[in-house]
């Protein structure tokens, strides 16, 4: 059950294999026995994985239904592709930030 929802996460996100190997730190070959159900990951992968494809960690592990699971908006997902892989928590979090600020300031321009 969990390669098969690392997968469509995965595949939810338009990642490649490799893409997500290199997030976590390992190789492709490590990653896809993870989707093939061939090896299982640690808890701190596994946290790793629940924090990159934004959901918990109950919900990879079977414990949570999908019904309970809202994947990234689209906006996300094309903002999150714009940002560089590098960028620092802190630096994610300013950029949150921001975008916040021109909301509301468009909001209050209405």
């Given at each position: 059950m969990l390669g098969k929802r690392l997968k469509a996460l995965r595949l939810g996100m338009n990642q490649t294999q490799q893409q997500i190997?290199?997030?976590?730190?390992?190789t492709r070959a490590a990653y896809s026995h993870f989707?093939?159900?061939?090896?299982?990951?640690d808890g701190e992968t596994i946290v790793k994985l629940a924090e990159l494809f934004?959901?918990?960690?109950?919900?990879l592990l079977g414990r949570q239904s999908l019904a309970n699971f809202a994947p990234p908006s689209k906006r996300v997902q094309t903002v999150a592709a714009h940002i560089d892989e590098n960028v620092t928590d802190e630096q994610m979090e300013d950029i949150l930030n921001y975008i916040d600020f021109i909301k509301q300031r468009h909001t209050q321009k209405d």
């Open positions: 190997a290199d997030h976590l730190g390992i989707e093939n159900d061939r090896n299982e990951p934004q959901v918990s960690t109950d919900y």
